[in-house]
């Protein structure tokens, strides 16, 4: 049976899973959750997502959620389809992904997002930006990505010399980051190099503008 990715076309996280598919060739189909309507806190929904978000997949009955472990899961399972070493097997390089992929949750996204959820989010809802809040999050952010700079001067991608899902994860916010006109990732010359290798992917290509 084909994978079915529960989703939104315009949720970052539904990308996330959606581009994995594409790198790893797995077919799938995307039922619609209704995020405006709050479907996504109705019971059949929390029947499988208790904390009532999205992406979960169901892969023939196995049902799973957050993106993350969604990735890793596919990039496992179909390991021997698709873009290689998304997860590497070799001790050494699985930890080294292992701590690109920590950089990720714990560097990049709270900050990403944070600018995203001032800029964007919240005025979704009516709310106003917290311009403190927001240049906080700039200045950390860019913080960050001047370490990444000094990685990414020794290596093609975060883990290594090869892309793997710490890569990929950063696509979804950084690439609303960027579409807000904040200059994080071109003004450094390594972070540009890698910025414009993964986000020009055919995989991120295809769902980028909706999975
Ligand atoms: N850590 C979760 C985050 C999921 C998440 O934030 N999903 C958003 C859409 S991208 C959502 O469902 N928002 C609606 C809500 O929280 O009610 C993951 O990576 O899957």
Known sequence: MVLKLYGLTT???????????????????????????????LPPHLAIQPFGQVPVIDDDGFI????????????????????PNLIPTN?????????????EL???????YGVCFEKVFKLRRGLQTDEAALAKHLETLNAKLDAYEVILSKQKYL???YVTLADLYHLPFGMMVEGL???VFQRRPNVARWWNDISNR??????????
């Open 11 to 41: 949720s970052t996280k539904t990308r996330s899973v959606a581009q994995i598919c594409k790198e790893k060739e797995i077919p799938y189909e995307l039922i619609t959750v209704d995020l405006r309507a709050g479907e996504q806190k």
């Open 64 to 83: 799973l959620y957050e993106s993350r472990a969604i990735g890793r899961y596919l990039a496992t399972k179909y390991a021997n389809q698709g873009t």
């Open 91 to 103: 001790p050494k390089e699985l930890a080294f992904f292992e701590q690109a992929a920590s950089i």
């Open 106 to 112: 714990s560097n990049f996204e709270p900050h990403a």
């Open 159 to 161: 883990a290594g010399d």
């Open 181 to 183: 006109g904040y200059d």
């Open 202 to 211: 055919p995989s991120w290509s295809a769902v980028k503008n909706g999975a």
